[in-house]
């Protein structure tokens, strides 16, 4: 069992550095270098072709709008796009690459520097972190491989593997930070905040969905320490595909506590590929790069170089939509919300729905309060993100819209949920089915109410003597009796009026 | 020997569209030949006779619904083993690949379909066309129809022999030091590696991407061009392919006019290290095209003497990488997967066995001059060099519209003579490798037989980047001239099979 | 810069994936040396402001439009593989130190 150092111990002897390497799949309708579909969840091997297939004789020709994606990203990043680049081969045997050489590049990348600013929660309230970005290429995706046998799934011990190359080919675009320093206790939060942020700008350019769950958005994290910020950097480990924002978070904080454990010890780290298990929150070693592998990197013959013109980079940087970090300011301006506020919806994933809600005429109020609320809370026992429940904004929308007209109570608008997510169909239908309205037709309360009276004398006297607070017990009665489809105020009001009670009283 | 495979591919293909022959009896006439002779000369690696008799039906079928047909309709073809074709065994003359059916035609297959060619069946080669003689191929040497105890040239040795040995009129051949020039050379017929990107590499087994180019081998320079015609243009498949049209080579092939024509004999090329008999026929060329109008002038190109060294680092680097896809695990030949091993084993042992000695020696040899602490020092250096070449050629072709060589330094030695020392091997390609370098145009045309020993020599043209067509005016030109001053085709010289 | 010693070569053969017994190592490195010696000479003009030329033609920004073409059918693309299970290609066990 590995022995890890508290964090906050960790975090008083040594100084965190992080790296961060994003692969980003690209959302184009064709694989980077062929006409193959990318749909994801295809059957195996039903999209490959002579050359995703690696097929002797085959050759590539670049996606067009892979290179445009690739340039709009750089753009949103601050980086200077090339003026002239090539693709580099990065040779090296592993069965789910195809030509047992990586197309990707090397010392040419399309986009080189640039930066990221991410927000991130403290104590003090929201810190802006600006992460500086080496560079993003492009590159393709491998093969996925299955292992059989052995403890299912798990490489080790496995008795032999199963290829579907329908992801071989699939675009890329390699995003890597510059050593991130000066974090320190916040190295996780600021590793989660860059993931999340990157996220949202690659969504909101609209060229990958980035779902982490199904891998078009994976992280790398190298992490490493030393005693002191002027210290020279520590030894790095290289987690693999750490794929959900939680693990990040969780990966950081593994391997600053691990690290610490053996820096402490007198040990050293080694610089070597780790795994990261996502169930038991674990880092184990994998390949060791202590003899760093020799990839053999040369100019790709069978592409010529990618030279953007800078009128075509200008074209493209003229389609690059409101960035998020801007329209969180807009937004934050426009609902009159803190930052504090603000970092809540951005942490619960909850900022684009809200904002559909409220352009479906809900108010800021309702509508935060109900995804941050009811809605979130259901997303974490289904264990998605709350964006992915099976309920339209219109539908949040709607709801509230009844709620507000007095059509329905909070907790009759919670059934109504319940009925969505459970596929009874829209908010009306849902109502309309379940016989959900709030009784608001007063004869039939006045006989509930009529009858609790004569049923209670005694409490009819006390309230008639002023105890007004005595009502409860007889408003309670009623809701019993109309099986809480009534609204409590309402009975109260009538009651009152009932038993000739002055309501200002 | 019957007419129909003596035969120009011209002719064969005015006499199937006049209806004066079949296709099908063309196809069997060289089927019949194929069987005769080449458990002697063993060009082929297979005969796809089923395949040519329904190809060449197809064709009968066309003419007779009187629908237009191609030049080359019904004129048969022996194409490289290195070139795909849907559903026919590929090897690239390797064990590795045994028994691989590809499941698509290369683009250079796909024309010579659509213009209603006949391809016969694949060739043989040097094991994926590394080697200057054919003996590295994996399922024995061709041997040479002039003396069958010589080589055919390499890599595409087969290709060059079924047509010196009129198992077939036309062939396909590869082009990356020399592969379709130096066997032409050596057979007495006619090669060309057109412009690199003039035709497309798609569906070409990649021995170094950046050289490779597929041609046209012939027994005359206007069937070459032909054929050149029907495979060249660009294609969308192969990104280094020019979109560009097609220089109009059949024309300056029946042009045969070189009054005027500027040409450049390479003094780097000639003289030293070339045998006497080989220089000797190529002055005497020389000076015919001197009579026939041209001005001819010695050029230097002071960095050709480099160009084998920056060959052998380039070829075996880009090798090295396309070479890795052979692994057993998708296709072709697996070994040692006997449950107890590992997928590294497995691909060790697989290549170890799938591999010959000069495969091995080349995909070590380009591993190292990529490997880190040699990149600049070996690779880098060959690519500098490869710009010093390409200043070569652009320099000399300021001062002449061709330039001239001979086409290899020897006739065709014997087979097994240098086997074991593979420098002696390599420079079989001196004067052919320079072009594949610049990515210029270069054919091989016949210009008499060497006195010491009575075999082809070879005549090397070389022209700018999508000038192809100078070649062909130069090389029609000089074979008309030689036919009147030999009275008859070399080839008829070669003995009796 | 040569010689070549058998390690080195060994080493080159595993990156390449080359399973060779001693004697093919030792010959290998008695051959890497003769033609390592012989291709060196091309240091001799590679000087430091000469360019390098990775592609013999100068093309550029040669793409594809982003437009679906039908794979290979599952059959077709298994067809050569020496080894498949439920439509992949089967493969001996990957060891850990090669993820
Ligand atoms: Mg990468
Ligand atoms: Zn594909």
Known sequence: MTDLMPFDEAMDRFDPVLGLEVHVELGTATKMFCGCPTAFGAAPNTQTCPTCLGLPGSLPVVNRVAVESAIRIGLALNSEIAEWCRFARKNYFYPDMPKDYQISQYDEPIAVGGWLDVDVPTDEGVRTFRVQIERAHMEEDTGKTSHQGGETGRIQGADYSLVDYNRAGIPLIEIVTKPIEGMGALAPAVAKAYVAELRSLVQALGVSDAHMHQGSLRCDVNLSLRPSPDAPLGTRSETKNVNSLRSVERAVRYEVQRQAALLAAGGRVVQETRHWHEDTGLTTPGRSKEQAEDYRYFPEPDLVPVAPSRQWVEELRGTLPELPSVRRQRLQAEWGISDFELQNLVNAGALGVVEATVADGASPAAARNWWLGELSRLANERGVEVAELPIFPADVARIIALVDGGRLTDKLARQVVAGVLAGEGSPDEVVAARGLRVVSDDSALLEAIDAVVAADPDVVEKIRGGKVQAAGVLVGAVMKATRGQADAAKVRTLLLERLGVDLSG | ?497 | MPSISRAEVEHLARLARLELDVPHLDRLAVQLDVILESVAKVSEVAAADVPLTSHPLPLTNVFRDDVVRPSLLPEQALSAAPAVEDGRFRVPRILDEEA
Request: aromatic share 6%.
């Open chain 2, 1 to 497: 020997m019957t007419d129909l495979v003596t035969a120009t591919a011209a002719d064969t293909a005015a006499a199937v569209a006049s209806g004066v022959v079949s296709a099908v009896e063309v196809a069997q006439a060289h089927l019949d030949r194929i069987t005769a002779v080449d458990p002697a000369v063993h060009a082929f690696l297979h005969v796809d006779t089923e395949g040519a008799l329904q190809a060449a039906r197809a064709v009968d079928a066309r003419r007779a619904a009187g629908e237009p047909l191609g030049p080359l309709a019904g004129v048969p073809l022996a194409l490289k083993d290195v070139l795909t074709m849907e559903g026919v065994p590929t090897t690239c003359g390797s064990r590795i690949l045994a028994g691989w059916r590809p499941a698509y035609d290369a683009t250079v297959t796909l024309r010579l379909k659509q213009a209603g060619v006949v391809i016969l069946g694949k060739t043989n080669m040097d094991e994926f066309a590394m080697g200057s003689s054919t003996e590295h191929s994996a399922y024995g040497p061709t041997h040479n129809p002039w003396d069958l105890d010589r080589i055919p040239g390499g890599s595409g040795g087969g290709s060059a022999a079924a047509v010196a040995a009129f198992e077939a009129p036309l062939a396909i051949g590869t082009d990356t030091g020399g592969s379709i020039r130096q066997p032409a050379a050596v057979t007495g017929t006619v090669g060309v590696k057109p412009t690199y990107g003039g035709v497309s590499r798609y569906g070409l087994v990649a021995l170094a991407s950046s050289l490779d180019q597929a041609g046209p081998c012939a027994r005359t320079v206007l069937d070459a061009a032909l054929l050149h015609e029907v495979i060249a243009g660009h294609d969308p498949y192969d990104s280094t392919s020019i979109d560009a049209p097609v220089p109009p080579v059949v024309e300056a092939a029946r042009s045969r006019d070189v009054r005027g024509l500027r040409i450049g004999v390479v003094h780097e090329l000639t003289g030293e290290g070339y045998q006497p008999g080989v220089q000797q026929r190529f002055d005497e060329a020389v000076q015919l095209l001197t009579e026939l109008g041209a001005e001819v002038v010695e050029v230097s190109c002071p960095h050709f003497p480099y160009a084998l060294a920056a060959y052998y680092l380039i070829l075996p680097s880009e090798a090295s990488s396309n070479l890795a896809k052979f692994d057993g695990m998708r296709y072709g030949l697996r070994a040692g997967d006997d449950g107890s091993r590992s997928v590294e084993e497995v691909m060790s042992v697989t290549r170890a066995a799938g591999f010959g000695d000069e495969a091995i020696r080349r995909i070590i040899l380009g591993t190292y001059a990529l490997s880190a602490g040699y990149y600049d020092a070996y690779y880098g250096s060959a690519q500098k060099v490869r710009t010093l070449i390409t200043r070569d050629f652009a320099a000399a072709f300021e001062q002449v519209d061709v330039l001239v060589s001979p086409t290899a330094p020897t006739t065709a030695f014997r087979l097994g003579e240098k086997l074991d020392d593979p420098l002696a091997m390599y420079l079989n390609d001196i004067a052919t490798i320079p072009a594949n370098l610049a990515g210029v145009p270069g054919m091989s045309l016949p210009v008499g037989l060497a006195p010491e020993d009575g075999l082809p020599v070879g005549l090397q043209v070389m022209a700018p980047v999508l000038a192809d067509d100078r070649l062909y005016r130069v090389g029609g030109a000089l074979e008309a001239a030689l036919l009147d001053r030999w009275g008859r085709p070399l080839l008829e010289e070669a003995p009796q099979l």
